[in-house]
């Protein structure tokens, strides 16, 4: 079973290191979306998770619970986005 799958990549105006939004599959059982990708100072990416707003505090709505499975993601993704950057279709630079 492939931990992550299905990885679409929705690409946005750069803004403060946000480059795009992404969706992926889970275990092949559950379906991730609205996961923000922003660029890191060593070319790859970072991952930040969806909240809600709700009176005065953010709530997540989903995030890995332990660093292992948080990496596995982050490290597909990162693949996913340098074959997609390689193919020059999108520009995700920040400038």
Do not use: W
């Not at 079973?1 to 946000?18: A, F, H, R, Y």
């Not at 991730?32 to 505090?57: E, M, Q, W």
């Not at 989903?62 to 596995?72: A, D, E, R, V």
């Amino acid at each position: 079973m492939k931990i992550i799958s299905e990885i679409q990549v929705i690409p946005v105006k750069p803004n403060n290191g946000l480059i795009a939004f992404c969706s992926f599959v889970l275990f092949e059982a559950i379906y991730c979306s609205s996961v923000a990708i922003f660029t890191k100072p060593d070319r790859d990416y970072r991952l930040v998770y969806p909240t809600k707003h709700i009176g005065n505090r953010d709530m997540n709505l989903f995030h890995p619970i332990n660093k292992q499975t948080g990496s596995l993601i982050e490290e597909e993704v990162n693949n996913y986005l340098k074959n997609v950057m390689n193919n020059d279709r999108y520009n995700f630079t920040d400038n």
